[in-house]
């Protein structure tokens, strides 16, 4: 069974920086891509920014570049990287994974922005 678990939300001030965690119950390197999602309540989820095998990454242009995502694959953990962060950035956190083996997301963290 394949667990994501997401960790590193919380409350921030406008302007400020989170890091949030993904790690895996299994190696991350079976993985096709992986990537980070948002979601607000009443709104649909939305792609925040996605990293395949190869390493290209991919993410929606409202970011800015102010979000950046990376992998240890020795901890199996995917990264997100929010710089700069604002208010619209309020939202519960998503992981998924996907592959051979399925699609697969985590639980979620929130991250509020607010001073």
């Known amino acids: 069974q394949v667990h994501l678990v997401e960790s590193g939300g919380g409350l921030v001030q406008p302007g400020g920086s989170l890091r949030l965690s993904c790690a895996s119950s299994i190696s991350i390197s079976t993985f096709t891509g992986m990537g980070w999602f948002r979601q607000n309540p009443g709104s649909e989820r939305e792609l925040v920014i996605a990293?395949?095998?190869?390493?290209?990454?991919t993410s929606a242009d409202t970011f800015d570049g102010r979000f950046t995502i990376s992998r240890d694959n020795a901890k199996n953990t995917l990264y997100l990287q929010m710089n700069n962060l604002r208010p619209e950035d309020t939202a519960v956190y998503y992981c998924k994974a996907w592959g051979s083996a399925g699609v697969r997301w985590g639980q979620g963290t929130q991250v509020t922005v607010s001073s």
């Open positions: 990293i395949i095998a190869t390493g290209s990454t």
